[in-house]
């Protein structure tokens, strides 16, 4: 079954979201803004969701992680939870 690794941020509104994801383009440390920011619990380990199979998450987010090129980040993308940016680290089909 396939894997992969990812780290997310996760805030209320895709402003927000998009604010984020400007600072990200522009060279901010991603691990820094989900500390500061991530509504999620993950956000304290810099937005690190570790390693995690397909179907673990909500769709719209396991559709991200699993076809999405790596090492860049994607968003915001809307699933009940809020918006995320998310960035998959490395996957294994």
Not at 14 to 24: I, P
Not at 27 to 39: C, E, M, P, V, Y
């Amino acid at each position: 079954m396939a894997t992969a690794c990812a780290r997310h941020i996760l805030v209320k509104t895709r402003e927000e979201a998009e604010r984020l994801k400007k600072k990200l383009a522009v060279g901010a440390d991603f691990a820094k803004l989900a500390r500061q920011h991530s509504q999620c619990p993950s956000g304290k380990k810099g937005g690190d969701l570790g390693e995690f199979r397909r179907g673990a998450m909500v769709r719209q987010f396991d559709n991200v992680v699993f076809t999405k090129p790596i090492l860049t980040v994607h968003g915001p993308v809307k699933t009940k939870f809020g918006f995320h940016l998310i960035e998959t680290i490395y996957r294994n089909d």
